[in-house]
């Protein structure tokens, strides 16, 4: 089975870091998958959800923030802010950050802090959308 190096960082930890064989995220028109001997590139991704899976063919999912991918002598690195498995998301912190962003967009602001709160929101949103989907299950 062709697998390549995987490593998802974290601030505050290390996600992963082992073999896979695909790995899912997203970009900020939609999806891009990469596999083993993938062309050596850098790239930004966006707020959503990756998916990985490993040699013992089981699927891994997270909900990350963006952040930036670099694939090189079929080893891809990925360093976000954060990243959540589907059932370590507070539902209730979750959703406290999505109501106070949608209040502060509300708020008269600056075009950066405009930007920064529509980033919160989008957090928020897909660690709920992440949640959801993925335990429902």
Do not use: W
């Amino acid at each position: 089975m062709n697998t390549f190096d995987l490593k998802i960082v974290a601030c505050d930890r290390v996600f992963y870091d082992g073999p896979a064989t695909i790995l899912v995220f997203p970009l900020e028109d939609g999806e891009m998958a990469i596999q083993a001997h993938h062309e050596q590139m850098v790239t930004t991704t966006a707020i959503g959800t990756i998916r990985f899976r490993t040699p013992d063919d089981v699927e891994h999912v997270a909900i990350v923030s963006d952040g930036i991918l670099t694939v090189k002598k079929n080893r891809a690195d990925m360093i976000v802010y954060s990243a959540e498995r589907p059932e370590e998301i507070d539902e209730f912190r979750a959703e406290a950050a999505a109501e106070r962003a949608r209040e502060k967009m509300q708020q008269h602001q600056s075009l950066v802090d405009y930007h920064i709160t529509a980033a919160s929101l989008a957090r928020a949103m897909a660690r709920l959308s992440g949640r959801d989907k993925y335990l429902s299950k």
